[in-house]
């Protein structure tokens, strides 16, 4: 019973506890409120996120989050927490002073608000005396003539000096003109347009009247004109680089034009051309030639691709300039100072490692332009030096994209010449698009697009380790209007990158005339091609059929040579660049890499057409099975008594023909590399392995980076040379170890189907060509295959026991294997003989292939010419024949070079002894390197396409399972009509 009234406490108690935590669980959500939501007697709790009530005369602060005494109370208790405020009322006729904590009488009176009522213009409100000590009221005093009351109402202040030298007071009064906060005498300030353009605007609108050159500019051209004033200046030339640089726009009153109009009276500072005394620097000197300019060798520091080297990081710099003018100071650009784009820093400050081809974009919302960003001027430099005591900086030229010379974009164009380079910037222009003060700008302007291009030094067409012209920073604005863009909330995708550049023109070159000397060898090879096609085809003459010939030979051919140089320079790109030390070799850049993949697009169109060539050589070649098998003799009686005949010769069996054919129909798709391992021993490497690391932009050559590290954007040259690389070094693997261990030890398909022949009693005869084929000598040395079993074992045995001949054609020979070169009498005699089974033969129809058309007189003429056929061979082979005979030799070494013929087989023909199996030139087995090449350049292809291996191994592995598909159909069907088997008996 204790025990049973303990199981019900302990249920209790779990009930208990799943209740209490389910009622604590629901407390973890709280009500939406937000800082707008307060009533003006709360405040917002930071703590809660909820409104809570002030106390008794009290009212909400200006930012919300706190209480304060309400007019006409003042403080008596305040130690920081909303809770601890305490107001008490003033008396009658009193308001609280400006600090809240007294009371104190007016001399104007009460507001509506009970607050003193304001004093008049140029006087201020005073409440303590000098010392601190409370008066009994408030009470006015006027500031002197040279003074004027701050902003808060409690001081007098020095007005500015340009009032006080021309007025002696505080008032600018006519005909002087006040602008930009200061006094200017009559007639002394130039004509100025006030309009800032923009492509954004609405309708036909193109400018909009700035507010904020109202206020600054005449008055920043006469202070930098007359008194060289330095903060003037800078704005000044701020606010022409508001106008992207233009001269053209309002070009007698803009702010460029008075920049310019000064910067020609100023003179050049030191020996830098274009940069005027007391002014910013905007402008290169247009009579230089901006060649020379981004071609300047002055940077002497050599930069290293090793980590640990001091030169591994570019040291840049950016002199900072407020829009009024205020110079900020000059700061690094670590820490993503010119990125809009944000990312940890070791991320953003990778952009400065050397050689690291880096890129950071993002998408900003739009409101952050107009809230979040401050308008800023940059001047970039970079540092550079041979020791640390003589350290430089060199500034870095700007190519801004939207300025503008006649109308015309002149940095657009392609030639450096055109040029115009200027050298400020900002990355965001919240201030320009101001139509007043109190709106927010119209019209945003932003960096779209900032690139840091950085060229390696040359010479002689040679790079010089390490050094580097000038870095060239190009920028592109881009516009957002308040009114279109602001409140549907769209966003803007801005980019950072930094790209390395060298003029590859000796490269180039070398790669073209690699090209242009591997492609007049493979033309020349072409043609010894075609040729020997020619002579092996029976013509006498070059016609189109063998120009066609040399076209698709030279397809081919052209194929393997952009490969193999295109390859070639890729991996001088990924060994070179990944390895070394003091930089002298960086990746192409993406328009430098378009005759790299033009290369590669053109070798895999030219291979497909080698491949289709190769697969209508293999479908449409001529084979026929030689059967040797002769009736043994024996009679059968007949069992109908109304035969009087002695009876027949027993029938030679079929079954062996038939089953040598689907030996041959198995063989014919066969290869030494298996594409399944093949692709999915490529993808392990690259994606399981890593090797796909190496194709970053960066130098670094780790396979399993830090996810912390900034990892550079692939290359697509990269990409190609460790995808073909791997693709190469698997396949020769497979077919290392196919031929030399596979084949030797555990099976070789083809060898095993030449002694099925022997053992058949079964000859192959293959026309390649009209007049060259192959020949698989399958004559049985015991005379006869169609036995029992045990007679079987016993004709294997005698020969396991040498106690008969060998197998091979000559005697004493076990050569089995031939190519053959027939004369033209040969290819006549054997279409005449197979010229009646174009019409015997019905084409091959409906799923399982049954003939349809022929009937009995077609069987009949069908197995007449088989017979005839087969008779006709044999006759050959035996040298029956006294008009059309062979002879059998070896080929010389340079025709097995050049894969030709120098013999001519007009009287007789020739059997050629065959070293290995050359009759697996009409299989897939004999055809790797193409079958190989097309599937490594359709792998890269897709991949250069895609930037994506595992899609391009399934693309390419569908690809060659259909081409497998394909092969098997069409050559089953070729040789169930050219051998007249039965298609339903190749399975």
């Known amino acids: 019973m204790a025990a049973y009234s303990g199981e019900i406490v302990l249920f209790w108690a779990a009930l208990c506890f799943v209740f209490i935590s389910n009622i604590r669980a629901a407390t973890y959500s709280i009500p939406l409120n937000a800082i707008g939501d307060?009533?003006?007697?709360?405040?917002?709790?930071?703590?809660?996120?909820?409104?809570?009530?002030?106390?008794?005369?009290?009212?909400?602060?200006?930012?919300?989050?706190?209480?304060?005494?309400?007019?006409?109370?003042?403080?008596?208790?305040?130690?920081?927490?909303?809770?601890?405020?305490?107001?008490?009322?003033?008396?009658?006729?009193?308001?609280?002073?400006?600090?809240?904590?007294?009371?104190?009488?007016?001399?104007?009176?009460?507001?509506?608000?009970?607050?003193?009522?304001?004093?008049?213009?140029?006087?201020?409100?005073?409440?303590?005396l000098i010392d601190g000590k409370l008066q009994t009221q408030k009470s006015c005093q006027n500031c002197k003539a040279t003074t004027q009351p701050d902003e808060a109402g409690t001081r007098c202040t020095r007005c500015d000096e340009s009032v006080i030298s021309l007025a002696g007071t505080c008032v600018c009064n006519s005909p002087r003109v006040q602008t930009g906060g200061l006094c200017f005498p009559a007639n002394s300030l130039s004509e100025a347009t006030y309009n800032v353009p923009f492509n954004s605007l609405p309708d036909e609108q193109t400018s909009l009247t700035s507010w904020f050159f109202v206020q600054n500019l005449r008055a920043a051209e006469y202070m930098c004109r007359v008194y060289q004033n330095l903060t003037s200046c800078q704005l000044l030339g701020n606010m022409c680089v508001m106008l992207d640089y233009s001269q053209e726009f309002q070009a007698e009153t803009s702010a460029c034009f008075h920049y310019l109009a000064l910067q020609t009276q100023q003179g050049?500072?030191?020996?830098?051309?274009?940069?005027?005394?007391?002014?910013?620097?905007?402008?290169?000197?247009?009579?230089?030639?901006?060649?020379?300019?981004?071609?300047?060798?002055?940077?002497?520091?050599?930069?290293?691709?090793?980590?640990?080297?001091?030169?591994?990081?570019?040291?840049?710099?950016?002199?900072?300039?407020?829009?009024?003018?205020t110079y900020l100071g000059l700061q690094p650009t670590t820490g993503g100072t010119v990125q809009l784009c944000k990312d940890t820093v070791k991320k953003m400050d990778a952009a400065y490692t050397f050689a690291t081809t880096y890129t950071s974009s993002c998408d900003i919302n739009v409101q952050d332009f107009w809230n979040n960003y401050e308008t800023l001027f940059y001047d970039m430099y970079i540092q550079f030096g041979d020791n640390v005591e003589a350290q430089e900086l060199y500034a870095i030229p700007v190519l801004l994209d939207s300025y503008k010379e006649d109308q015309n974009y002149v940095n657009r164009r392609?030639?450096?010449?055109?040029?115009?380079?200027?050298?400020?910037?900002?990355?965001?222009?919240?201030?320009?698009?101001?139509?007043?003060?109190?709106?927010?700008?119209?019209?945003?302007?932003?960096?779209?697009?900032?690139?840091?291009?950085?060229?390696?030094?040359?010479?002689?067409?040679?790079?010089?380790?390490?050094?580097?012209?000038?870095?060239?920073?190009?920028?592109?604005?881009?516009?957002?209007?308040?009114?279109?863009?602001?409140?549907?909330?769209?966003?803007?995708?801005?980019?950072?990158?930094?790209?390395?550049?060298?003029?590859?023109?000796?490269?180039?070159?070398?790669?073209?005339?690699?090209?242009?000397?591997?492609?007049?060898?493979?033309?020349?090879?072409?043609?010894?091609?075609?040729?020997?096609w020619r002579r092996r085809a029976g013509l006498i003459y070059i016609d189109i059929s063998t120009m066609l010939k040399f076209i698709l030979f030279a397809f081919g051919l052209l194929a393997d040579v952009l490969f193999v140089s295109t390859l070639g320079t890729c991996l001088y790109w990924l060994l070179f660049f990944k390895r070394q030390d003091q930089v002298y070799l960086v990746l192409p850049t993406r328009g430098q890499e378009e005759k790299f993949t033009i290369y590669v697009s053109v070798a895999f169109v030219f291979k497909l057409f080698d491949l289709a060539h190769l697969l209508f050589s293999q479908i449409t070649a001529d084979i026929f099975l030689i059967d040797w098998e002769r009736s043994r003799g024996r009679v059968v009686q007949s069992s109908d008594p109304s035969n009087t005949s002695k009876g027949t010769m027993a029938p030679i069996s079929i079954w062996r023909t038939y089953f040598i054919a689907n030996e041959?129909?198995?063989?014919?798709?066969?290869?030494?590399?298996?594409?399944?391992?093949?692709?999915?021993?490529?993808?392990?490497?690259?994606?399981?392995?890593?090797?796909?690391?190496?194709?970053?932009?960066?130098?670094?050559?780790?396979?399993?980076?830090?996810?912390?590290?900034?990892?550079?954007?692939?290359?697509?040259?990269?990409?190609?040379?460790?995808?073909?690389?791997?693709?190469?070094?698997?396949?020769?693997?497979?077919?290392?170890?196919f031929t030399l261990i596979y084949e030797r030890f555990v099976?070789?398909?083809?060898?095993n189907f030449v002694d099925l022949c022997s053992m058949a009693n079964v000859s192959v005869f293959v026309l390649a060509n009209n007049n060259y084929g192959f020949y698989i000598h399958g004559r049985s040395v015991h005379g006869f295959a169609d036995t029992d079993m045990k007679e079987m074992r016993t004709q294997m045995k005698r020969e396991e026991d040498n106690l008969c001949g060998q197998r091979g054609l000559l005697p004493n020979s076990d050569q089995q294997t031939f190519e053959m070169l027939l004369p033209t009498k040969f290819r006549e005699q054997y279409n005449k003989i197979y010229q009646p089974l174009q019409g015997a033969v019905a084409r091959i129809e409906g799923q399982r292939g049954r003939p349809t058309a022929g009937g009995d007189q077609g069987n009949e003429r069908l197995n007449q010419a088989y017979a005839t056929m087969n008779k006709f061979l044999c006759t050959f082979i035996d040298h029956g024949m006294r008009d059309i005979d062979y002879m059998v030799k070896d080929k010389l070494l340079f025709e097995q070079i050049l894969d030709m013929e120098f013999y001519d087989p007009a009287e007789k023909g020739f059997f050629f002894n065959d070293?290995?199996?050359?009759?697996?030139?009409?299989?897939?087995?004999?055809?790797?390197?193409?079958?190989?090449?097309?599937?490594?350049?359709?792998?890269?292809?897709?991949?250069?396409?895609?930037?994506?291996?595992?899609?391009?191994?399934?693309?390419?592995?569908?690809?060659?399972?259909?081409?497998?598909?394909?092969?098997?159909?069409?050559?089953?069907?070729?040789?169930?009509k050219k051998t007249l088997v039965d298609e339903r008996f190749l399975i």
């Open 38 to 128: 307060c009533q003006e007697s709360q405040y917002f709790d930071l703590a809660e996120l909820k409104c809570k009530d002030c106390g008794d005369l009290q009212r909400q602060t200006e930012n919300g989050l706190s209480c304060e005494c309400a007019a006409g109370n003042k403080l008596i208790e305040n130690r920081g927490a909303p809770s601890s405020i305490a107001c008490q009322p003033c008396p009658a006729g009193a308001a609280a002073t400006q600090d809240g904590w007294n009371c104190i009488r007016c001399t104007t009176g009460l507001s509506p608000t009970n607050e003193c009522a304001a004093c008049e213009d140029g006087a201020i409100g005073v409440e303590y």
């Open 268 to 325: 050049d500072f030191g020996e830098i051309s274009g940069w005027p005394n007391s002014m910013p620097w905007l402008y290169y000197d247009p009579e230089e030639d901006t060649e020379d300019i981004v071609r300047e060798t002055k940077i002497t520091t050599k930069f290293s691709a090793k980590p640990s080297s001091e030169n591994s990081k570019l040291k840049m710099f950016v002199g900072t300039y407020a829009a009024n003018g």
């Open 414 to 532: 392609a030639r450096v010449r055109d040029w115009q380079l200027t050298r400020r910037f900002f990355l965001v222009d919240n201030l320009s698009g101001k139509e007043t003060i109190d709106t927010p700008a119209k019209v945003v302007r932003y960096a779209s697009s900032i690139e840091l291009e950085i060229s390696i030094q040359q010479e002689a067409g040679e790079a010089r380790e390490g050094k580097i012209y000038p870095p060239l920073l190009k920028v592109k604005y881009g516009e957002v209007n308040y009114d279109e863009d602001y409140e549907s909330n769209p966003t803007r995708k801005v980019t950072f990158a930094v790209t390395y550049f060298m003029r590859r023109g000796g490269s180039n070159k070398n790669i073209s005339i690699t090209i242009g000397v591997l492609s007049a060898v493979a033309l020349l090879y072409a043609m010894v091609k075609s040729n020997a």
């Open 664 to 737: 041959w129909n198995e063989i014919q798709e066969t290869r030494r590399i298996n594409s399944v391992f093949q692709i999915f021993a490529v993808l392990f490497f690259l994606e399981v392995i890593g090797l796909k690391h190496l194709t970053t932009t960066d130098p670094r050559s780790d396979v399993s980076p830090s996810p912390d590290d900034y990892t550079g954007d692939q290359s697509r040259v990269l990409r190609f040379a460790v995808a073909s690389g791997m693709y190469i070094i698997i396949g020769l693997v497979q077919w290392l170890f």
């Open 747 to 751: 099976e070789d398909a083809l060898q």
């Open 915 to 976: 070293g290995g199996h050359a009759f697996n030139k009409v299989l897939f087995h004999g055809q790797e390197v193409t079958l190989l090449t097309f599937e490594m350049l359709l792998f890269c292809i897709v991949d250069l396409i895609f930037t994506n291996y595992a899609l391009a191994g399934i693309i390419t592995y569908l690809a060659m399972q259909f081409l497998i598909k394909f092969r098997d159909a069409a050559g089953r069907n070729n040789l169930a």
